[in-house]
């Protein structure tokens, strides 16, 4: 039936052309997700800092394309660098984007700023302006002091940094109240200094690098975070980075990533 063939042959060209509009959508949409990654990868320091008597390392794995984690150094002195690291709720590309404004308030006032909670409490004020989407950032800044090894930091919300000694023993730091930023007008902040003595190690991180699930469901979490710590604090702070992100993938298996992994570690030597 001639009809009924045109119909078909129809049908096939309407799904055609549906298919392609797929497929040029989908294009757009990954030439997209390139640009916020290649964005999200020039917020990022290049080169991590030089500071004598200390060692840097860093590593982010997010777990989209484009994620919400985040760190930085900041040079204010030749004594003094500011290092943050924090995350943003959500994930994507929205995440990213309030991650980019995060890290440009805080390179604008951390050198202006006579302490980290103040420079925090100012970086707040400026996201709460902005925040129209209800999003909030948990972040740790500190500035180190290479002639005393001090890190006096501000924390909004996020975990408390873990410090181990020369012997991989772990140090307790101090906890008080933090609260979350960009949700708030004045956000409680945990305001602690922690001495980082020759041969110790600080390690900043994000709830990624303990919120991991093997292939049975089972949560990795803070206790094995920490032993990992310690048992890799020997290698430089780079290595220590890199061998514990592979530690985690190793465990997660075939289980897809549940959050972005971002991880500092601050070496005394």
Request: proline share 4%.
């Amino acid at each position: 039936d001639p009809i009924e063939k045109n119909e078909e042959l129809a049908q096939a060209y309407q799904e055609l052309q549906a298919a392609q509009a797929q497929l040029v959508q989908k294009e757009k949409l990954e030439h997209e997700l390139e640009l916020a990654r290649n964005i999200q990868r020039s917020i990022l320091p290049d080169n991590l800092a030089l500071m004598e008597g200390f060692d840097f390392g860093a590593r982010m794995l997010p777990a989209r394309a484009v994620g919400g984690d985040f760190y930085d150094f900041i040079q204010l002195s030749d004594d003094l660098i500011g290092i943050s690291i924090g995350d943003v709720s959500d994930k994507g590309v929205h995440a990213a984007m309030f991650m980019a404004l995060y890290c440009s308030f805080l390179r604008a006032e951390a050198p202006y700023s006579p302490t980290p909670e103040d420079a925090l409490t100012r970086v707040n004020r400026h996201l709460s302006a902005v925040n129209d989407a209800g999003m909030f950032v948990t972040s740790v800044y500190g500035v180190l002091n290479h002639r005393t090894g001090e890190f006096t930091y501000a924390r909004a919300g996020h975990h408390t940094p873990a410090l181990v000694d020369a012997k991989g023993d772990e140090i307790p730091v101090i906890k008080g109240a933090g609260q979350l930023m960009g949700l708030f007008d004045e956000p409680i902040l945990d305001v602690q200094t922690v001495v980082i003595a020759p041969g110790s190690t600080l390690m900043l991180y994000t709830d990624g690098m303990c919120d991991v699930f093997n292939e049975q469901e089972e949560l990795f979490g803070e206790e094995k975070f920490r032993k990992m710590l310690s048992r890799h604090r020997s290698g430089s702070a780079q290595e220590l980075c890199d061998s514990m992100v592979s530690d985690l993938q190793e465990y997660q298996g075939g289980h897809d990533q549940f959050d972005d992994m971002t991880v500092v570690a601050i070496k005394a030597l």
